[in-house]
């Protein structure tokens, strides 16, 4: 029986094995995907601030505009010429009443009741010292040497003598709520008895306006 060497087979054997090894390994890292590696952000350098999400703006309330409304009409011009009849006559009656009341108070010499059927602004004139300094100079005070003071002299010496006996005749509307109070004279002249104010319901012996 012949044997063989197996110094000379050693030597090969490894050399085969050291191929196979090599071939598994290479095979191995062919197979398996490469990774890249994470990128690596500097130290000194600080991250992007995050982006601001702007927030949009709330909806408008259109409020509902209040309504204008239109300027006021001024109020129209007083016309005398456009008093109805039934008003006149009736202003007439009122008046003829009034005057009436007054010749009586006059003729039993009231000063107190002549008061109360007076404006405050007669009142305020016929106080006045330098209105009845003029009213003094009427020639028949003046020959009688009458010197009006007060208002009382005013209805002594010169409503009492002159105002017992009036009559009215007629009205004419000036504006609303005055009018004169008219007497004509047997010659057709038409004199002012008084110029009076309404108040109220109430006509008043005024000074005109």
Known sequence: MIRRSTSRATPYLKAVLVCALASGLFAACAGSPSVPPPPVVPANEAAPPPQAVETPPPPQVVEPSEAVEPPARPPEAFNPAAVPE????ATVADVRTLIENLNRIIQRKD?????????DDYIAYFSNPKVLAEKSEYPVLK????????????????????????????????????????????????????????????WKIGIGR
């Open 86 to 89: 039934e008003r006149k006559a």
């Open 143 to 202: 020959r009688a040497g009458i010197k009006l003071l007060t208002l009382k002299d005013y209805f002594t010496y010169v409503v009492y003598p002159s105002r017992q006996n009036d009559r009215l005749d007629d009205i004419e509307y000036v504006e609303e709520g005055l009018i004169k109070a008219i007497s004509v004279s047997p010659k057709g002249e038409r004199n002012i008895l008084y110029w009076l104010e309404k108040h109220g319901n109430t």
């Open 111 to 119: 000063y107190e009741a002549w008061l109360g059927y007076l404006t």
